[in-house]
T-cell receptor, first 113, second 111 residues
Framework: DGGITQSPKYLFRKEGQNVTLSCEQN?????MYWYRQDPGQGLRLIYY???????QKGDIAEGYSVSREKKESFPLTVTSAQKNPTAFYLC????????????FGQGTRLTVV | KQEVTQIPAALSVPEGENLVLNCSFT??????LQWFRQDPGKGLTSLLL?????REQTSGRLNASLDKSSGRSTLYIAASQPGDSATYLC??????????FGAGTRLFVKA
């Protein structure tokens, strides 16, 4: 049963803490993405990776970091430098090339307490 | 800079009605346009993908059209059902291989 798994579903962070969101896919996709979704807004791209050991900043990368050591995994760390981290985070993957559909995980809701 | 706008932001219709959701984009240099469905607190599910050379795509009760020159796409839902209630997002993939999303249209179908 192929798909994208994000964990945890809910995450609470204290001020000044770093937290890591997990994203794993078994679709054998080369490209993986992290998006942030805020109420009433479209998804905004944080980071993306087209291939293992390579990743690029998206539109709102400040305060976030990623790694891509394995094809299946693309974890996102929300650092203490991210001043407004409360949001819904979505991970996606797609096959290589253009005109390919993106597949999304079920999301992680991060709340600062 | 590519911008994607969806109108209306929210829509409520009685069951059985046919409806149209609108999406517009500012730069016509796109590879494709994709329509997604999002249920509350969930991820996105791809509904239809229209390549830039295509005019429309159909899947069941859904039909999406694309007019690249005018920067517009519509999603037509026939014979709406309460199970269609969700947020519908459109997204364009531009020449930089990035996908830019609209804010979505929240649809509520009343039984």
């Amino acid at each position: 049963d192929g798909g994208i798994t994000q964990s945890p579903k809910y995450l609470f962070r204290k001020e000044g803490q770093n937290v890591t969101l997990s994203c794993e896919q078994n679709l054998n996709h080369d490209a993986m993405y992290w998006y942030r979704q805020d109420p009433g807004q479209g998804l905004r791209l944080i980071y993306y990776s087209q291939i293992v050991n390579d990743f690029q900043k998206g539109d709102i990368a400040e305060g976030y970091s990623v790694s891509r050591e394995k094809k299946e995994s693309f974890p996102l760390t929300v650092t203490s430098a991210q001043k407004n981290p409360t949001a819904f985070y979505l991970c996606a993957s797609s096959p290589p090339g253009v005109n390919t559909e993106a597949f999304f995980g079920q999301g992680t809701r991060l709340t600062v307490v | 800079k590519q911008e994607v706008t969806q109108i209306p932001a929210a829509l409520s219709v009685p069951e059985g009605e046919n409806l149209v959701l609108n999406c517009s984009f500012t730069d016509s240099a796109i590879y494709n346009l994709q329509w997604f469905r999002q249920d509350p607190g969930k991820g996105l599910t791809s509904l239809l993908l229209i390549q830039s050379s295509q005019r429309e795509q159909t899947s069941g009760r859904l039909n999406a059209s694309l007019d690249k020159s005018s920067g517009r796409s519509t999603l037509y839902i026939a014979a709406s059902q309460p199970g269609d209630s969700a947020t519908y997002l459109c997204a364009v993939q531009d020449g930089g291989f990035k996908t830019i999303f609209g804010a979505g249209t929240r649809l509520f179908v009343k039984a």
